[in-house]
């Protein structure tokens, strides 16, 4: 026969093994599904300090913010583009509008950037800046768009006078 001791040492290690496994079944019940994000701040890299008014032909600069949560490592491609109000992306359709600036860049899981994206617009008017994220998969070399974007509204003026 089993001595107590023995049997204790056993139950303990059934009722540990038991709690890792249910705490795993509910580790992996709890992940969910994966997502990527993308974000615009302004010249500060903050939230809301956009500027509104940019003078034709002059540089400024603003952040793009990217985060990983896919649960594998992922190679974005963050391509800007110059539209307007018949251009807008949706979850689906990335927009028409015409490409002007492409950042790419690697991020593990659960990893985050911060990238600064200098622009210079000549045209001059309202214009849409549209920033769409796209990726490439480990099955083929095609990028694919995420259904994920951010955008702008700019007033571009004339070069000032003085």
Not at 58 to 80: P, T
Request: aromatic letters at 10%.
């Amino acid at each position: 026969m089993i001595d107590d001791e023995v049997m204790a040492v056993i139950l303990a290690i059934m009722v540990v093994a038991g709690v890792v496994g249910y705490a795993s079944i509910l580790r992996e019940s709890w992940v969910g599904e994966g997502f990527s994000a993308i974000g615009i701040l302004g010249p500060e890299k903050r939230i809301g300090d956009y500027p509104r008014e940019v003078v034709a032909g002059q540089s400024f600069r603003l952040w793009v913010f990217v985060a990983n949560y896919e649960g594998r490592i992922m190679y974005y491609s963050v391509i800007v583009k110059l539209g307007n109000e018949s251009s807008i992306p949706n979850s689906t359709a990335p927009s028409i509008a015409d490409e002007i600036k492409r950042v790419e860049l690697i991020l593990p899981s659960g990893g985050n950037a911060t990238l600064p994206i200098d622009l210079n617009i000549t045209r001059v008017g309202r214009v849409l800046l549209i920033f769409e994220l796209w990726y490439y998969t480990s099955d083929s070399l095609d990028l694919h768009y995420s259904g994920k974007w951010a955008h702008l509204w700019l007033n571009v003026t004339g070069v000032p006078r003085g």
